[in-house]
């Protein structure tokens, strides 16, 4: 491949998984375009971005909000203006298509799987919606898939157990790529256990009966699924025995230090499932998080140490599969229950 035809494919991969992912606008590429639309009387490439983004299947069929579309679009046409005086009447038939759609409290963010597959979530318009933030994805959930996607081994064949799912981002990248056996999705939040029932439903996985996901196995046509769970689980009030009828190999968690209440209450759960462990095998815990206040991942280190509970900090991974703020400091701890 010329480098030239490397540099466009590289680009509209870029404005491909920036857009179905709904990401900030100014995260765009919009710069290296401009300096392409500059170098070429060729509309081409605008046609080209259209197509893998506004008219991409996935954009169709779960489009993401009304406001990003116009936002995108209405950039698109501004950087085909400043260097063309022809307009682009693809762009403005777009445009026009969008501003006769009205806005939905939900929308839609696709994440491409290295394979080819994507995984598609619904999540609210609004970054706190119905008193709780788990409705929508955040960069830690996208940082431990891409670590899991790298590293399917330690999870294939394994009873999964993830705490504070949220949108459910991480567990169906892990679900559709790393072959567990179960995957039980938990939170507190009535209206994120919905959502996730929907979300899992929506990436075409089945889900098995509340009751401990180790004695329900897949029936022999879905043997390439997972048994798919969703279960309440309030860290403060789970009991020993709730815990223990989970039966996990492996626990998840994605951006839930962000207090001090928080890590109070995941250390106390991860107390309490290592207080109801069976076998000889060791439970691994993975916490992902940003680094948003130093003091506070101090704190929940500080508390593992009191309570007995070894960790270490896991390398950071190279596997850069989705678009989120790679200027956001990410940690991930591996605990041994």
């Not at 509209?12 to 765009?28: E, G, I, K, T, V």
């Not at 940082?143 to 999870?155: C, G, K, R």
């Not at 394994?158 to 567990?171: H, K, P, Q, V």
């Not at 250390?267 to 206040?293: D, M, W």
Request: proline fraction near 7%; glycine fraction near 4%; hydrophobic fraction near 40%.
């Amino acid at each position: 491949m010329a480098p030239k035809e490397s540099e466009d494919v590289d680009l509209l991969q870029s404005f491909q998984r920036r857009f179905l992912a709904a990401r900030a606008l100014r995260s765009f590429p919009w710069q290296s375009l401009e300096e392409k639309l500059r170098d070429s009387s060729d509309s081409q490439l605008l046609l080209d971005i259209l197509q893998k983004t506004v008219k991409h299947p996935l954009c169709v069929k779960h489009p993401p909000s009304v406001k990003f579309l116009h936002g995108f679009l209405i950039k698109l046409i501004k950087k085909h203006e400043a260097v063309h005086t022809e307009p682009l009447d693809e762009l403005y038939q777009a445009l026009a298509e969008v501003l006769t759609t009205e806005e939905s409290p939900c929308c839609h963010r696709s994440y491409l799987l290295p394979f080819g597959d994507a995984v598609t979530l619904s999540e609210s318009t609004a970054i706190v919606s119905h008193g709780t933030t788990g409705l929508v994805t955040w960069n830690a959930a996208l940082y431990l898939a891409e670590w899991a996607l790298e590293n399917p081994a330690a999870f294939a064949g394994r009873n999964i157990l993830e705490l504070g799912s949220g949108a459910g981002l991480t567990g169906l990248a892990i679900c559709r790529a790393c072959h567990p056996r179960t995957y039980i999705f938990s939170d507190c939040h009535s209206r994120v256990l919905e959502q996730l029932r929907g979300n899992i439903l929506l990436n075409g996985l089945s889900l098995q009966p509340d009751v401990p996901a180790p004695q329900q196995p897949p029936k022999s046509e879905d043997a390439e699924k997972p048994a798919v769970k969703v279960t309440h689980l309030d860290w403060d009030l789970a009991t020993t025995t709730q815990l223990a009828a989970f039966q996990p190999d492996v626990v998840l968690a994605a951006d839930v230090l962000y207090c001090p209440e928080t890590v109070h209450s995941l250390v106390g759960v991860l107390q309490k499932l290592s207080e109801c462990r069976s076998g000889p095998r060791a439970v691994h815990a993975y916490i992902a998080f940003t680094v948003r206040n130093p003091e506070t991942c101090k704190l929940f280190t500080a508390q593992l140490g009191q309570v007995g509970m070894p960790w270490e900090a896991m390398p950071g991974h190279d596997q850069k599969l989705f678009p989120y703020d790679e200027l956001c400091e990410m940690e991930m701890l591996r605990l041994t229950l």
